[in-house]
C-alpha cells in the first residue's frame, strides 16, 4: 500500500496534476474542495450571418492543366503482322458467297432393242411394269421404228445422287462423268449403230445438252451419235409433240434398218 508521499512522487513523474480518487485512500491527505466542484460546459459563440455573408471570398488557384494531344498509336495486332492503320488500310474486297448447288435427282434405265441402246428415264423412279402407261408407249415408239418391242434390260437403274449422306461430290458434272462412264463401259461390252436418251436427265448428263436439243442428233465424244428426245410423261401430257418426235425419227431411222438387214 503506497503512501501519500510516494504516491505523489509517481503521480509527478507520470505529470498528473490533478487527479481525483474513485474510493477513500488510506493515508491521503484531504482532497481539495475548489476540485470537487462541477465544471461549467463549454458554449459555442456562434457566428453572425452577416459575417459569414460580408466575408471576402478569397478564390482557391488551381494548377494550370495540361492539355492532352491524342497521338494515333497502332494496335498490338497490326505492330506485330505488319498492316496498315484502319485509316490508311484499303477496304477489303467483299466475297459474296455462292450457295452450294444441291445434287441432281433422277433415275435412268438403260435397255438394248436391236442395234440400239435406249438409255430411258423412269418417270416414277421405278424400274417399269409391263402394264405402266409410260412402257407401252416406249414399246409403240420402238414398234414404230421397226425394232424390238420388248427391249432387254442392261443392267441395274441408274439412281442419282448415290449416296444419301457423305462428303463426295455429287454435284451435276459428277454425275454427268457417271452416266457417261457408264455408257462407255455398256458400248464397249456391245456397240450400237445408235444411242437414244429420252428425258431431259438422259440428255443432260449423258449428251451434255438441254431441252432445246429435243429431237435432235448429237456427237458425243466417247459415246457417237445420240438421239435426244423428251421424256415419257412430257409425250403423254402434251401428245403434239409426237409429231416432231415421228418426223425425226424417219430422218434416222435407215441408219438402224440398214444395220439389221
Do not use: H
Request: aromatic share 6%; proline share 11%.
Amino acid at each position: 500500500m503506497l503512501i501519500e508521499s510516494r504516491r505523489r512522487a509517481y503521480l509527478s513523474a507520470m505529470q498528473v496534476v490533478n487527479w481525483l480518487p474513485r474510493t477513500e485512500l488510506p493515508f491521503a491527505a484531504p482532497s481539495r474542495p475548489e476540485l470537487l466542484e462541477p465544471t461549467e460546459p463549454l458554449v459555442a459563440t456562434p457566428i453572425a450571418p452577416a459575417a459569414v455573408v460580408d466575408a471576402p471570398v478569397q478564390p482557391v488557384a488551381k494548377p494550370a492543366e495540361r492539355v492532352k494531344v491524342e497521338v494515333p498509336r497502332p494496335s498490338l495486332a497490326s505492330t506485330r503482322t505488319g498492316a496498315k492503320p484502319a485509316d490508311e488500310a484499303e477496304e477489303a474486297p467483299v466475297v459474296a458467297r455462292v450457295a452450294p448447288v444441291p445434287p441432281p435427282r433422277f433415275a435412268l434405265q438403260l435397255l438394248r432393242a436391236g442395234r440400239c441402246l435406249v438409255l430411258v428415264e423412269l418417270p416414277t423412279g421405278e424400274a417399269f411394269q409391263t402394264r405402266d402407261p409410260a412402257y407401252l408407249l416406249l414399246k409403240d415408239m420402238l414398234r414404230a421404228a421397226g425394232l424390238p418391242d420388248s427391249p432387254q434390260i442392261v443392267g441395274e437403274p441408274v439412281r442419282w445422287p448415290l449416296l444419301v449422306r457423305g462428303t463426295m461430290d455429287q454435284g451435276p458434272e459428277a454425275a454427268r462423268d457417271f452416266v457417261q462412264g457408264f455408257l462407255s463401259a455398256r458400248l464397249e461390252d456391245a456397240p450400237c449403230v445408235c444411242l437414244w436418251l429420252i428425258g431431259l436427265p438422259a440428255v443432260r448428263f449423258a449428251g451434255e445438252a438441254n431441252a432445246e436439243s429435243f429431237n435432235r442428233e448429237l456427237q458425243v465424244e466417247g459415246l457417237g451419235s445420240v438421239w435426244a428426245l423428251p421424256g415419257l410423261e412430257l409425250l403423254m401430257e402434251e401428245p403434239q409433240r409426237k409429231a416432231d418426235v415421228w418426223q425425226a425419227m424417219r430422218r434416222l431411222m435407215a441408219r438402224w434398218k440398214e444395220s439389221n438387214e
